[in-house]
Structures are given as structure tokens and as C-alpha cells.
């Protein structure tokens, strides 16, 4: 197979397809063991899927075009798909099959490895979604949505597991439902990271009672959060031992019962934190203030203001205001502090902080799946095509975030997106003959490097079939 400029012009009788970026997809889907699970599963249907993936992961989520697309991308031999057929087999997905590959799939990235979990909403316009209702809509939309909660490797990096549930239900309930279904799926000697919005009683009860080992956040308005700070404070928590070299943060930890739950609580001080958001909480009290200038007249204020003022009211409006010094400084003694709990004592601070930190691996999940592959509205009109393609989603998501973490790991492709290497890799193109000679465009500089991060040869990439 002989490679040439894109300038050289061939003749109409030729077929010209683009290379790269489906194909870069179909071997990773190969490494990572992807293929071989949805083939085990999915013996009639893989192919398809896989295209599928590949058309989100390049062009989003609607599929109106996936059958143009397929002309003019590669495609395995029977990966050739239209809309309507990809509404078809998304409905065919069953719910047994789905979670089959979900635990296969859950063996080969979770072991050993720290979990971090979180939820996000999918907003939907249509009426045909059993899971769709109103609640808390996470990107302001004014419409009814589902809950996905998922949960991700913070070693691999890769999506391992996720779940729907109903929109109208709050996550911390949810929690438990959830860690049961991972569970008996597999996912079970591993150590869970949770945000701050999942701490209840009832929650750290049931991880304690499950003997599951977690790191998570304190919420700052709980009373635990506050004396904490408040001890550590007293105890000098600047003294040169306490700094963990990150940053300049300093920590201390102590055994706490909290909630309920015995845990060791590890208290964090960064002097750079407390900077900018002593500097952030004057800029919103100033702000307030102008506010205020403007409201005298009114006869009732919301509360954020009595939060830092003194309002005296007289008649059927405000007289007169001053700042709540107390108030302030109140504010301003945890300014600079967090707090993460954990039951697992072997931990130093600076192992739970930087376990923690790792925890943005699922924002950014999220984030790919909401934005890269455009699914934050769910363009079907059933549960079961919205099962489907949630599924599909996933497996694309899996090969977006492979991606984006080679990229990163790479100093020549750090700054890279996973949509600018596409778009580059796009560009390679296959050209085949009537008469079977086949020839590609040369590889560029770029495409070079790509391939390099990903682990794939050029010639690898060449001689896909």
C-alpha cells in the first residue's frame, strides 16, 4: 500500500474514504478489550456498535447523519448503519445483555483501584421516558430529566459502571441503591471517593456497615466541619510539621466520630485558598452593598443579606443598613480550610488528598459526555431507545476518555483535545481502486504524534481491514 500527497488528484472511479479517526477507534476499542467483550455479548450487533461509537465520539449524538457518515468513514465490514437502524438497535439492547458487558467490562479496569462516583442529569423533551421527571436540573434546563449515576477508575481513568434512576429522586438517597447494584456487578474490593453532597448519616452508616473503604468531603455547614477547623486552628496548624509538600498546604488529622460513623478526619489549610476566597468574599460583600443602595425602598429583602448586614427597617421599608463585622469574620475563619473523612487509618493526608483530587477525572466524564458527545438532552422518545443509546454512549465515552488520557500523557500532545486529534486524524484517507490497489494520503507530523500517544503504529493503522 503506497502513500502520496492529498494534492494528487485520482479518478472518479475511485473510492476515498477517511481513515483515521474510526479507525483509530476500532483499535483501541481492540486494546482495551472492548471488541472482544461486546463480541461475547453482542455477536450479531458489535460491528454497529462500534460505528456507533466511533460517530459519537467524533460527531455527537444525533444520528440523523450516522448513514452519511458511514460513507465516508471507515467502517468494519458489517458496521454499515442509518438512523433508523440505529434506533432499532437501540431498542434491542436488552437490559440482561447490557449488564453482562457491564460486569465483564468492570473486572478488567476496577481492580485495586480507588472509585470515584458522582451523578448528573440528562434532560429529555419527551413525554415517553419512564425515568424522566422534575428535579434538580443540573444545566438550568426547564425540563424533565433522568439521573446517571457513574462511577470511574481513578488508576485507569475510564468509565467502569453506570446506572439511571428517576429525576425527581435526591442523589445522597440514592447512594445506597446504587453501591449495591456496582456490588453485584462486580465492583466490590475496591475504595470508594464521594463528594460532600453525599454525606448523611444514613449513608456513612451504610458504607460502615458494607465495611466499604471511602474518602469524601465534609460539608462546611455541618458542625463537625466547623469545630474541626476550629481545633486545628488552636493546635497551630502552620507549624512547619504539618506541611505535606503540595502546594504549600498543611494538614493535621484526628479520629472523629461523625454522623454517627467513627472516622479520621484529615483538616487541610492552604494560605493560597484562604487568598482568594478572603479576596472573593469582601468582592461580594461590596456588591451586596450597591445592592442594597438600590433596595431602601423595599419592604421586605431576601435573606443573603441579612447573611453579612445589620438592616434596620422602619414604617414599610429599610432605613438603614451596616455591615455585620461579627458575621464576617465568622466567615472568614473557615475561609481557606476543607476538610476530607475517611475510614481507612492507614492513609497519610497527603494520600487522601491526592486520591481526592483525582476525583476530577468523573467531572470530566461528565463533561465529555455532555459536551463532546452531546448527550446533555436525550434525542429519543422511549426507555428502551433511551437505554440503548445510553449504552452506546457509554462505550463511547470509554473510548473518549482513552484517548484524552493518552493525549495528556504525552508532553508533545498535552495541550491537544481529543476533538483536535480527531479532526487531525480525520484527514488521512483511504483511497481504493476498481481494481483493488489501495493507497493512502501521507501521514503527517501530527497525525504522527497522535498515533505515538496512542500506542499505534502508522502501519497498524495502515492495514486495518
Not at 266 to 276: E, G, M, V
Not at 374 to 399: E, N, Q, W, Y
Not at 450 to 463: C, D, F, H, N, T
Request: aromatic share 8%.
Amino acid at each position: 500500500m503506497n502513500s502520496f500527497p492529498e494534492e494528487v488528484k485520482t479518478t472518479t472511479s475511485a473510492t476515498v474514504i477517511s481513515l483515521g479517526a474510526s479507525a483509530t477507534m476500532h483499535l483501541l476499542a481492540e486494546r482495551l478489550g472492548i471488541r472482544t467483550l461486546l463480541n461475547r455479548t453482542f455477536p450479531d450487533k458489535h460491528d454497529k456498535m462500534l460505528t456507533i461509537a466511533s460517530f459519537m465520539a467524533s460527531e455527537g449524538c444525533t444520528m440523523i447523519h450516522i448513514g452519511d457518515w458511514c460513507e465516508l468513514n471507515y467502517i468494519s465490514k458489517k458496521g454499515a448503519i442509518d438512523s433508523q437502524g440505529s434506533s432499532d438497535l437501540f431498542a434491542s439492547l436488552k437490559h440482561n445483555d447490557r449488564l453482562l458487558f457491564l460486569s465483564d467490562w468492570i473486572a478488567r479496569v476496577t481492580e485495586d483501584d480507588y472509585i470515584a462516583y458522582d451523578v448528573t442529569s440528562l434532560s429529555t423533551y419527551s413525554l415517553g421516558i419512564e425515568d424522566a421527571e422534575w428535579g434538580h436540573n443540573r444545566d438550568g434546563d426547564d425540563l424533565t430529566q433522568i439521573n446517571l449515576g457513574m462511577f470511574l477508575g481513578e488508576k485507569s481513568r475510564l468509565p467502569a459502571y453506570y446506572a439511571t434512576y428517576q429525576g425527581s429522586i435526591l442523589d445522597k438517597t440514592h447512594l445506597p441503591i446504587m453501591l449495591d447494584s456496582a456490588g453485584a456487578l462486580g465492583i466490590t474490593r475496591v475504595r470508594f471517593v464521594f463528594d460532600r453532597g453525599f454525606v448523611t448519616t444514613e449513608n456513612l452508616a451504610y458504607v460502615a456497615r458494607e465495611h466499604l473503604s471511602f474518602i469524601t468531603a465534609l460539608p462546611q455547614s455541618l458542625k463537625d466541619f466547623k469545630e474541626l477547623i476550629t481545633g486545628a486552628d488552636s493546635s497551630g496548624i502552620t507549624g512547619s510539621r504539618n506541611s505535606i509538600g503540595m502546594g504549600g498546604i498543611y494538614a493535621v488529622s484526628t479520629p472523629r466520630k461523625i454522623l454517627g460513623t467513627m472516622l479520621t478526619a484529615h483538616i487541610f489549610y492552604s494560605p493560597q485558598k484562604r487568598a482568594l476566597e478572603e479576596e472573593a468574599l469582601y468582592a461580594r460583600v461590596s456588591r451586596l452593598e450597591i445592592e442594597l443602595n438600590t433596595m431602601k425602598r423595599m419592604k421586605k429583602l431576601p435573606k443573603r443579606y441579612n447573611e453579612l448586614f445589620k438592616i434596620e427597617s422602619g414604617g414599610n421599608a429599610v432605613t438603614s443598613f451596616t455591615r455585620d463585622f461579627d458575621k464576617i469574620d465568622t466567615q472568614l475563619t473557615q475561609r481557606g480550610y476543607f476538610v476530607l473523612a475517611t475510614n481507612d487509618e492507614r492513609l497519610t493526608s497527603a494520600e487522601v488528598l491526592r486520591i481526592y483530587r483525582n476525583k476530577d477525572v468523573i467531572e470530566k466524564a461528565f463533561s465529555s459526555m455532555k459536551n463532546q458527545l452531546d448527550l446533555k438532552r436525550m434525542r429519543t422518545h422511549s426507555s428502551v431507545t433511551t437505554d440503548g443509546k445510553l449504552f452506546c454512549g457509554f462505550i463511547s465515552l470509554v473510548l473518549h476518555m482513552a484517548i484524552r488520557e493518552a493525549l495528556s500523557s504525552t508532553k508533545e500532545t498535552e495541550k491537544m483535545s481529543v476533538e483536535a486529534a480527531l479532526r487531525e486524524l480525520s484527514k488521512l484517507k483511504r483511497i481504493t481502486y476498481p481494481n483493488g490497489s489501495i493507497q493512502h494520503t501521507a501521514i503527517t507530523k501530527t497525525q504522527r504524534l497522535v498515533l505515538s500517544a496512542l500506542g499505534i503504529k502508522p502501519e497498524e493503522l495502515l492495514g486495518i481491514k
